[in-house]
């Protein structure tokens, strides 16, 4: 372990690391714009300069190899001032729209002109125009005349996603990134973290373009339940000090973005675009009502007859919920699992066209908790699957189960998040909480448990999964 010394401080680094990469992992701050700590070198930006002590010239941090006794400055007057002109540089072609960039707020471009520059351009120049709102792909736009050069994105789809989609045509300041002709960017599951990594508001996100400031949304830790990865994301939803009372009030409760939350034992820093469109599966049109064969019911009602269906079933079957938390499962099991024949079903299935599986996170089983629930219950061999007709009472927790299938005389148990016409059919419907309305852990393919917490009220017609089997035994089935 080289011991180096970064403005006369003692740091023991790694034999392989760089001054940057000792830095970052002593809380050091160096700037960087290109820089990716999951990205190969590039060294292009040139801000991470640093001093060596003893040497007239600076040089940049995120190439240079620690050594044993290495003697750097990261705040010298020469660094200051070189910062000072490379800043300047920077922004030379650069467009004052902060106002309106979606980055602000999270854009380090702005944050170092501030902490290194602080001061008007000197040139006398007109700024070298170039495009705005390219059509990179179907989700995400560029703003020529903001990017850096950083090359981040273009090295993000060589050596991350490896779709190979984007990279630098031309020469000098009229370079531009472009999307590959024969490797569509679109084509790229991954494509969206180009957005994140990007250090200034050239990439920007279709669905979030003009949607929201940052600094008036609150990002919630959450996992996708997109597939068996679990990846650990963040959803930002508005701040209740920013809560909108009179112009568009949905807007407190629904989701403006999603992005990933760095977990290493998971997801990295990275998540596929699925992950990022899941408001398209949480803001479904919500199922709110308990039921009874249809007639809008109480929810205690309709929790203690669903009580008095178990209490009189003599073959009763469960059909337990894949996206169920570890929470729900283990209700489940303690308050039912010795009354029911139980089977894990796969609540979501591969949609026409979704990528099935990848070497980076995509994963066959479009469920996020099938590993818990398969820990606790066997699971439903799907195409071998029927009811027996002795079956008497089938309780159908969570979405994907096709109600054809059901016995003649069965009755039914239906518990749903979402709207669905078969609903109206069941001898008791109850309405569940999603995962944005509630606590809970789910496990993934790895075995790696992970938290979601709440950002949105639950409705209190809606009942939560994790009480309502105790519930039901309590109120309706006999002892
Ligand atoms: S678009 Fe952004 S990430 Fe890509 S090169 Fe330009 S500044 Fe860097
Ligand atoms: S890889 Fe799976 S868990 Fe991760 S963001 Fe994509 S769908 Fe969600």
Same mark, same amino acid.
């Given at each position: 372990? #080289? ?9 023991? @680094? ?40 003893? !040497? ?45 960039? =979606? ?51 273009? !090295?993000?789809? $060589? ?5 190979? %989609? ?44 003009? +949607? ?5 949304? $609150? ?8 597939? &068996? ?21 949905? +807007? ?21 675009? +699925? ?11 919500? %199922? ?15 929790? @203690?007859? %669903? ?17 169920? *938390? ?15 024949? &139980? ?15 990848? =070497? ?7 469920? #996020? ?40 005389? &069965?009755?039914?148990?239906?518990? =749903? %998040? ?14 569940? *909480? ?24 639950? $409705? ?20």
């Amino acid at each position: 372990m #080289p011991e180096i010394f970064i403005d006369g401080k003692s740091i023991q @680094a790694e034999r392989d690391q760089t001054v940057m990469q000792a830095a970052l992992a002593h809380n050091v701050p160096i700037p960087y714009f290109c820089y990716h700590p999951s990205l190969s070198i590039a060294g292009n930006c040139r801000i991470c300069a640093v001093q060596v002590e003893g !040497r007239s010239w600076v040089e940049i941090a995120c190439n240079m190899p620690v050594s044993e006794g290495l003697r750097v400055l990261t705040d010298s007057e020469q660094v200051r001032a070189y910062r000072k002109e490379l800043m300047q540089l920077v922004t030379l072609n650069h467009p004052v729209d902060c106002g309106i960039c =979606d980055k602000a707020g999270e854009c380090t471009l702005q944050d170092y002109h501030y902490q290194y520059n602080g001061s008007p351009s000197v040139s006398n120049e007109p700024k070298v125009r170039s495009t705005k709102f390219h059509p990179l792909s179907e989700r995400i736009v560029l703003d020529n005349e903001r990017c850096i050069l950083c090359s981040r994105c273009v !090295r993000f789809t $060589k050596e991350i996603s490896k779709s190979n %989609a984007l990279g630098i045509t031309q020469r000098g300041d009229t370079s531009l990134v472009r999307a590959a002709e024969d490797h569509p960017l679109d084509d790229d599951p991954y494509s969206d973290n180009v957005i994140d990594i990007c250090p200034v508001g050239a990439l920007l996100s279709r669905p979030f373009l003009y +949607k929201a400031r940052v600094w008036y949304l $609150k990002p919630t830790p959450s996992v996708c339940p997109g597939c &068996a990865r679990g990846c650990t994301i963040q959803i930002w939803h508005r701040k209740s000090e920013w809560k909108l009372n009179a112009l568009d009030p949905r +807007k407190n409760v629904s989701i403006e973005r999603i992005t990933p939350l760095e977990n290493p034992a998971v997801n990295g820093p990275w998540i596929c675009n +699925k992950g990022r469109d899941l408001a398209q599966i949480f803001e479904r049109p919500r %199922a709110e009502q308990a039921m009874q064969k249809g007639k809008s019911v109480d929810l205690p009602a309709a929790i @203690a007859a %669903a009580g008095r269906l178990i209490g009189d079933a003599k073959r009763p079957v469960a059909l337990v919920s894949s996206w169920g *938390s570890n929470e729900e499962l283990a209700a489940f099991k303690q308050a039912l699992g010795g009354r029911f024949a &139980a089977f894990v079903k796969e609540d979501w299935v591969p949609q026409p066209g979704e990528r099935l599986d990848d =070497d980076l996170l995509i994963r066959a089983d479009k469920n #996020p908790n099938t590993a818990a629930a398969r820990a606790l219950f066997p699971a439903l061999a799907d195409a071998a699957f029927t009811l027996d007709d002795a079956t008497d009472l089938v309780l159908i927790w969570g979405e994907g189960f096709d109600f054809s299938r059901l016995p003649a005389r &069965a009755r039914t148990i239906v518990l =749903d %998040a979402y709207a669905q016409p078969e609903h109206q059919g069941a001898d008791v419907f109850i309405p569940v *909480s999603i995962q944005t309305e509630r606590r809970g852990h789910y496990t993934n393919f790895q075995g790696v448990v992970s938290a979601f917490e709440p950002c949105f009220p639950k $409705k209190p017609t809606v009942a939560d999964a994790e009480t309502l089997f105790a519930a039901m035994v309590a109120t309706g089935v006999p002892a």
